[in-house]
């Protein structure tokens, strides 16, 4: 059992800077794949990024590439969302996941995540 808290969401001007932060309680949070997802309103669940458990490669969804970077500090049980030049797109619901077993491949995929916080939005104005 794994208990996932989000934070560091709000309200910042486009072009400007926001840090996510994710904090994992109830289990060895370093076995464990982690990835960022959000949601706007009327959209579908989306994939934002993920880093694995094990070497802390990183994987980026093309529409975020560059602007955010992923992290995690193992001994914290925290995972991060470094994101920059933030634009009104960006606006959403972030959602922070792990995973127990999950397949490079699968990375993307929310369905194969076991554990979901409670989300933390994130608005970006122009």
């Known amino acids: 059992q794994v208990q996932l808290v989000e934070s560091g969401g709000g309200l910042v001007q486009a072009g400007g800077s926001l840090r996510l932060s994710c904090a994992a309680s109830?289990?060895?949070?370093?076995?464990?794949?982690a990835g960022w997802f959000r949601q706007a309103p009327g959209k579908e669940r989306e994939f934002v990024s993920a880093?694995?458990?094990?070497?802390?490669?990183?994987y980026y969804a093309d529409t975020v590439k560059g602007r955010f970077t992923i992290s995690r500090d193992n001994a914290k049980s925290t995972m991060y969302l470094q994101m920059n030049s933030l634009k009104p797109e960006d606006t959403a619901v972030y959602y922070c996941?792990?995973?127990?077993?999950?397949?490079?491949?699968?990375?993307?995929?929310?369905?194969?995540?076991?554990?979901w916080g409670q989300g933390t939005q994130v608005t970006v104005s122009s």
């Open positions: 880093i694995t458990g094990g070497a802390g490669i990183t």
């Open positions: 109830g289990r060895t949070f370093s076995n464990y794949a």
């Open positions: 996941a792990a995973a127990t077993f999950i397949s490079v491949g699968h990375l993307r995929q929310g369905s194969d995540y076991d554990y």
